[in-house]
């Protein structure tokens, strides 16, 4: 079985964002600070209303904000 990974430009958005702090969008998208940080380091892959409620808050397509791959 191969081992899929999803990464994410969220770190890399929100600075391009104005600086958007993690806390700004956590509250944009009603999560804890703690789950903001948990995804931009990978820890966790996020729900997929998450994803969006994310890429809405960045002003960008979901696809913008997360990568999948599959190791080949």
Do not use: K
């Amino acid at each position: 079985m191969t081992r899929t990974t999803i990464s994410n430009e969220i770190r890399r958005l929100r600075f391009a964002r104005g600086e958007m702090t993690q806390q700004a969008l956590a509250d944009a998208c009603s999560v804890t600070r703690q789950t903001i940080i948990a995804l931009e380091a990978g820890r966790y892959a996020p729900s997929l209303e998450l994803g969006f409620r994310i890429a809405d808050a960045l002003g960008v397509r979901i696809e913008d904000v997360f990568h999948w791959s599959r190791p080949e």
